[in-house]
């Protein structure tokens, strides 16, 4: 009776997948610089509302702020989906 509880659990999966635990940890730790240096990009460039270049600043902005999201939201997945 115990022997078929045992091997139920042993079938599970039993160790985390380092492979991809890294691959999540490395697009989190290029997600952490992308967030710092967007928020300094949008304060520039609503500082300095005269100058010219407020439209590339923004247009660069709001790009990197995407990628920043869509890098953490896969990083997260990736670390949940190689422990679990």
Known sequence: MFENQLKI???GKEHTDLD????GLKRLVFALPLLVLTT?????????KEVLPLWVGLILGIS???VTIWLLFKGIGLVLK???
């Open 9 to 11: 659990v042993k079938m």
């Open 20 to 23: 991809m635990l890294k691959k």
């Open 40 to 48: 300094y990009v949008f304060t520039f460039t609503f500082l300095n």
């Open 64 to 66: 990197l702020m995407a």
């Open 82 to 84: 190689s422990i679990f």
